[in-house]
């Protein structure tokens, strides 16, 4: 695992240490700590670059995550420091340009900076940390008080939690949107007291006061000033492949090859506590649970110790993640998941894969994968997604060993308008969406939007077992709403409806299925191009219908490899060279054909995406009871939560009603870690059956 933790005076500076190695997960992680007599910092990374580096006049900086490249007239890290660490690089900007130039990087990525007294950051007021965050918010950091007014802050909700000054109670309210939306949003989280830092911003914590600014440096402004479509989608293309170049340089770069060598032991810096190199908290390490691994490379990489780093990409049967591979100067490693070896989708990226001379890699999904899964993912999860959308963590060995860098394509729906509303007409297997942009005219419709599966293609509901007497709509409704003339989503401003529509990225971690990313940055050294600023630019200067009716990734795989574009999609069934029109009639043909199947049959390992119908695979193990079992003491413990509800909630999904968000949700938060820190005054001193 990694991240950051850190605090300002006595109670922030407490239990540094225990927090640090609650962040260590296989045991290779590196710990890099510096204190100080009003501060401590504590970075916990895949990374054997020294960290901090030290600034001309005295900060010091942590990046935790990559940096790729700078300024206004852009320039790559790889083409102008090629053998700087992302720390390194920051710190010669900040000596040259000053602090605030932090809004001009590109990269994925949060940094911690410690301000020394008598820096210019420092404003001559005693020392200060600035906890800067990328565009998106992409490397959540969270902070909060202690009892005693100090700050702490970690990179993990429920390591935070276990900060020992540091007491912590349910926001019964923000907890519920958890349980209806599968996720939180903007800045509320479900502990009271504490707050993830605001995205594509500066926040300030004075050493001395303990009062925390926060400065935004960038929030989605739509201003639709591209007109040709044509030179639009190739701006697009160009944009794309830049930005995978620049992720793709740096899987060498200045990071070390790690194919099982042993971590470096850091060295001591002076004035600092001794740097300790990484142990695992509990002696835990990360395993594939005994699932076959087929490996149809010529070669065995586990055991090389050859420093030539190796590029992986986790590959589906869709279109984002093959025009990653596309776009790759050098065949990758693919990996794909599957349970199911006949399904189309892993039919699909084999072919992609053997046509781009990938080494391939098929992780097999037994049916026990669900229950193996939850307690270890659950421990990653900060109420931002279910368990099961830490979708490779179970396979952290194989990709570890056979990757420096692991790309994904998650997200990439967001540039061909997978995330904005649209029109839909009512049809006999459900209803239909239109190419059409159907833009919300008051924050009670954006609402309305996200009730009815308008905005994630899912209906939201609170779950019968929160005992509450509002519903989703009036649990939502209380943290969205208009001041000072914008429009405050939970904490975080938008300028008006249509930036509204970017909330569903901007926070990143608003997308409910931010695990999947975020136990990838836990596992690995990972990357996402689809986060580059270069193409969040981009999206935000095109017309936002146009966006329904154009699939940028189909046109950069047309471009980079006309071979892959001759594919067929997975679920849409035609190729990546046909035309829009057809491509959006074949997917909708194909969708009811599936809608079909679905009323007629059930199978464990029928379906796209990772293989796996959900639905039933809950209907026919006893993944809820056996949880129900094993933590009825969690139940037990809060008034709010109703054992009857669970169990109307569990019929009725057994019946064939459609209960797998209630459900799954349910499980993560039973499954969490974070119950043993929660305040006794927070819990039911009557104890309720769980049978």
């Not at 060498?252 to 695992?280: F, I, K």
């Not at 980079?560 to 057809?582: D, K, N, Q, T, Y």
């Amino acid at each position: 695992m990694t991240g950051v933790c850190g605090g300002v005076a006595e109670g922030g500076r407490r239990s540094l240490r225990e927090l640090a190695e609650a962040l260590h997960r296989f045991g290779d992680e590196i710990e890099r700590r510096a204190v100080r007599a009003d501060a401590a910092v504590s970075l916990v990374s895949h990374h054997t670059a020294s960290q901090p580096v030290e600034a001309a006049d005295g900060t010091l900086l942590w990046c935790w995550g990559q940096v790729y490249g700078h300024g206004t007239e852009y320039q790559p890290r790889r083409e102008v420091a090629p053998t700087a660490t992302p720390a390194e690089y920051c710190r010669d900007i900040y000596d040259r340009d000053g602090f605030d130039t932090v809004a001009t990087l590109n990269g994925e990525y949060a940094i911690v900076a410690y301000h020394p007294n008598g820096t210019v950051a420092s404003r001559d007021s005693g020392g200060r940390i600035s906890l800067v965050t990328d565009r998106l918010g992409t490397h959540p950091i969270y902070w909060t008080r202690t009892d005693d007014g100090d700050v702490v802050f970690c990179s993990s909700l429920q390591i935070l939690a276990a900060h020992p000054g540091v007491s912590v109670a349910f926001d019964r309210e923000i907890l519920y949107e958890y349980f209806a939306f599968r996720r939180t949003f903007g800045l509320r989280t479900p502990l009271e007291g504490v707050a993830l830092a605001h995205p594509g911003a500066i926040t300030t914590i004075d050493c001395a006061s303990n009062a925390v600014d926060t400065s935004v440096y960038w929030r989605p402004e739509h201003q639709a000033t591209a007109r040709d479509r044509g030179a639009a989608r190739q701006e697009y293309v160009d944009r794309f492949r830049a930005a995978v170049a620049d992720r793709e340089g740096t899987a060498g770069g200045a990071r070390p090859v790690r194919r099982h060598r042993q971590p470096r032991e850091p060295t001591a810096r002076e004035n600092d506590e001794p740097l300790v190199s990484a142990t695992s908290s509990d002696g835990a390490t990360a395993s594939n649970g005994g699932r076959a691994v087929e490996r149809t490379a010529d070669g065995e990489l586990a055991g090389s110790t050859e420093p030539t780093a190796q590029t992986g990409v986790l590959v589906s049967g869709g279109n984002d993640s093959r025009a990653i591979v596309a776009a790759l100067d050098a065949p990758p490693v693919g990996f794909h998941v599957t349970s199911d070896e006949s399904a189309v989708e892993t039919q699909v990226a084999r072919r992609v894969l053997d046509v781009a001379e990938a080494e391939t890699r098929i992780l097999h999904r037994d049916s026990e994968y669900l229950a193996d899964s939850l307690e270890p993912n659950a421990s990653l999860c900060d109420f931002g997604s279910w368990f099961n959308q830490a979708h490779v963590y179970e396979f952290a060995e194989e990709l570890r060993s056979s990757c420096d860098l692991l790309f994904t394509g998650l997200y990439g729906d967001v540039y061909s308008g997978g995330t904005l509303p649209s029109y839909s007409v009512p049809t006999p297997l459900g209803r239909l969406p239109l190419p059409l942009l159907d833009r919300p005219e008051s924050i009670e419709e954006y609402l309305g939007f996200y009730l009815d599966g308008t905005l994630d293609k899912h209906s939201h509901r609170l779950p019968d077992y929160c005992r509450s007497s509002s519903d989703a709509r009036g649990v939502l409704a209380g943290n969205i709403g208009r001041v000072d003339g914008e429009i405050d989503h939970h904490g975080v401003r938008y300028g008006d409806l249509t930036d509204l529509l970017f909330a569903s990225i901007y926070p990143v971690t608003n997308r409910h299925s931010f695990l999947f990313y975020a136990s990838l940055c836990q596992t690995m050294p990972a990357t996402n191009p689809h986060f580059d600023y270069r193409l969040l630019d981009w999206i935000l200067a095109q017309p936002l219908g146009r966006l329904l009716r154009t699939d940028v990734q189909n046109a950069v795989i047309r471009e980079c490899s006309p071979e892959l574009a001759e594919i067929p999609h997975a679920a849409r069934g035609v190729a990546p060279r046909r035309s829009f029109p057809v491509q959006y009639a074949s997917h909708r043909l194909q969708g009811g054909r599936r809608r079909i199947r679905t009323r007629l049959s059930h199978s464990e390992t029928r379906g796209v995406g990772f293989t796996t119908d959900l639905d039933e695979l809950l209907r026919s193990r006893p993944l809820v009871h056996d949880c129900m079992r094993r933590k009825r003491d969690v139940v037990d413990r809060y008034d709010w939560l109703d054992p009857a509800g669970i169990r109307s909630e569990y019929r009725a999904h057994c019946e064939g009603s459609n209960r797998r968000s209630e459900l799954l949700c349910l499980l993560t938060f039973l499954a969490m870690p974070i119950h043993e820190h929660v305040s006794l005054e927070d819990r039911t001193d009557v104890e309720v059956s769980a049978e």
